[in-house]
């Protein structure tokens, strides 16, 4: 195996993870999450960073790379539900959902059900908040979009899951690991490990030199620098215990309502 196919997500969420990434066997894909967890199904990529939901699904496909994730140990910063009505009041409602999320999509069907105990009706939309707001009374945006939607702020409610989930369970919340198809562990075990080391590395300098992050994320997307700092630190991209127990609630409590076939355990590469 030459190069490994790696997906990037197309959000400002993971740049301390990829600004310093350097490796000479490595080609990136960058996609919305739903697209990358396709993608990596349909063995297009062979690693990457996939809506946790994603990995749930089919957890005898892939191995996970410890200490990676995008999560979240309270608000999240990026994962909003933006609604026209208080939360009470949007039982038997229209809840649009974001078609670019797997993960977020499912954990607010889990909070709505056993926390907020009501039931909408849910359409699945493009992300365009103007579009979903036409159709229904609440939009879920996931990544730079809802960071638009905070950035633009039209004087509606917003429920950020990550906060959500945290005070409902006291539980960090795991919205994306590092998947890795089960044939590219067995046939290339050197280079995967050489890339997870890249990874843990540039992660390590993203968070240090998290400065250079947040003048590229701002040079990119736009805003203050003060906002990307306050936006950094709601994330966590590690994968400690609390995450993994996190992560473990999220899979039970997905396959008590009927949304996963199994409650998943996540299978960490070495580990097998
Ligand atoms: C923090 C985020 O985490 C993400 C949410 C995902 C999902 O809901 O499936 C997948 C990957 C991450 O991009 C975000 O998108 O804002």
Redesign the pocket.
């Known amino acids: 195996m030459e190069v490994l196919r790696i997906g990037r997500?197309q959000?400002a969420?993971?740049l301390p993870v990829y600004h310093f990434f350097e490796h000479d066997r490595v080609e990136f894909k960058p996609a919305v999450?739903?697209q990358l967890n396709a993608w990596l199904e349909e063995g297009a990529v062979d690693l990457g960073?996939v809506?946790s939901?994603a990995y749930g699904l089919h957890p005898e496909r892939y191995v996970v790379l410890r200490d990676l994730s995008?999560s979240?140990r309270g608000p999240?910063g990026?994962?909003f539900l933006v609604s026209t009505l208080p939360i009470p009041s949007l039982h038997g409602r229209t809840v649009a959902l974001t078609s670019s999320?797997?993960?977020?999509?499912r954990l607010l069907k889990i909070l709505f059900a056993r926390r907020f105990e009501i039931a909408p009706k849910y359409v699945t939309m493009d992300p365009d908040l103007d579009r979903m707001l036409e159709r229904a009374d609440a939009a879920l945006l996931?990544?730079d979009d809802?960071l638009e939607a905070v950035l633009n702020p039209r004087g509606l409610m917003m429920l950020d899951l990550g906060e959500a989930w945290w005070e409902w369970t006291g539980l960090g919340m795991v919205?994306?690991v590092w998947a890795v198809r089960r044939a590219v562990a067995e046939e290339a075990p050197e280079l995967l490990h050489s890339v997870h080391r890249t990874f843990r590395e540039a992660r390590d300098r993203g968070l240090r030199e998290i400065d250079a992050v947040i003048r590229a994320a701002a040079d990119f997307c736009g805003g203050e620098e003060q906002f990307w700092r306050d936006y950094y630190r709601c994330?966590s991209y590690d994968l400690g215990e609390d995450l993994l127990d996190g992560l473990h609630r999220y899979y039970q409590e997905a396959h008590d309502l009927g949304l996963l076939p199994t409650a998943a355990r996540v299978q960490l590469w070495g580990d097998l």
Not at 101 to 105: D, F
Request: aromatic content about 12%; hydrophobic content about 50%.
């Open positions: 997500i959000y969420n993971i999450p739903s960073p809506s939901f995008v979240s999240v990026s994962i999320s797997a993960t977020s999509v996931i990544g809802a919205f994306a994330l």
